[in-house]
T-cell receptor, first 113, second 113 residues
Framework: GAGVSQSPRYKVAKRGQDVALRCDPI?????LFWYQQALGQGPEFLTY????????KSGLPSDRFFAERPEGSVSTLKIQRTQQEDSAVYLC???????????FGPGTRLTVL | QKEVEQDPGPLSVPEGAIVSLNCTYS??????FMWYRQYSRKGPELLMY????GNKEDGRFTAQVDKSSKYISLFIRDSQPSDSATYLC?????????????FGAGTILRVKS
């Protein structure tokens, strides 16, 4: 009965490094979402996939952020040339094709030094 | 002004008390309303999901939505120390591009034994 899993759970990067964050959604869930949660704030939407199609990337803060889901299951969020303001928890969520409920993973805590 | 406003607290109550958590919102397109619970260093956990106006009860939890006032509430009866967490309200519109959740900042709840 696996839920949404994310790896790594913690990532420390030096400013300027590239990072890749992985999300494994609940099996069979068509929709996949990425959110960014700053300390003391609610999650903020980054991007949304339906199967392998990225239907909404309006929340990505800059062109340094890139997400993919090439086979419609696992997704990767990549951040190039990380900056200190990228430090946050990155959350992945999935939902079924007709479901409005989104189920979240544990998140990846990214710290950029 | 944010689309969803939520008092960050902290809200401190004695064990057994009734807790009332609230959010207001400005976007009349929101139709689906959720409450998530988030423990420290964990991902958000879905507690309640409500469509449009009305009440929904699940055990000790009751969710209320008043679309005319753009106001939603979560009530917790017989609160327990294990209820101590951050409570996030979230909402979304409908249609293909209404999938992203918009969150409040979260209310920190502390239940004292």
């Amino acid at each position: 009965g696996a839920g949404v899993s994310q790896s790594p759970r913690y990532k420390v990067a030096k400013r300027g490094q590239d990072v890749a964050l992985r999300c494994d959604p609940i099996s069979g869930h068509v929709s996949l979402f990425w959110y960014q949660q700053a300390l003391g704030q609610g999650p903020e939407f980054l991007t949304y996939f339906q199967n392998e199609a990225q239907l909404d990337k309006s929340g990505l803060p800059s062109d340094r952020f890139f997400a993919e889901r090439p086979e419609g299951s696992v997704s990767t969020l990549k951040i190039q040339r990380t900056q200190q303001e990228d430090s946050a928890v990155y959350l992945c969520a999935s939902s079924s094709v007709r479901g409005h409920e989104q189920f979240f993973g544990p998140g990846t805590r990214l710290t950029v030094l | 002004q944010k689309e969803v406003e939520q008092d960050p607290g902290p809200l401190s109550v004695p064990e057994g008390a009734i807790v009332s958590l609230n959010c207001t919102y400005s976007n009349s397109a929101f139709q689906y309303f959720m409450w998530y619970r988030q423990y420290s260093r964990k991902g958000p956990e879905l507690l309640m999901y409500t469509y449009s106006s009305g009440n929904k009860e699940d055990g000790r939890f009751t969710a209320q939505v008043d679309k005319s006032s753009k106001y939603i509430s979560l009530f917790i009866r017989d609160s327990q120390p294990s209820d101590s967490a951050t409570y996030l309200c979230a909402m979304k519109g409908s249609g293909e591009y209404g999938n992203k959740l918009v969150f409040g900042a979260g209310t920190i709840l502390r239940v004292k034994s």
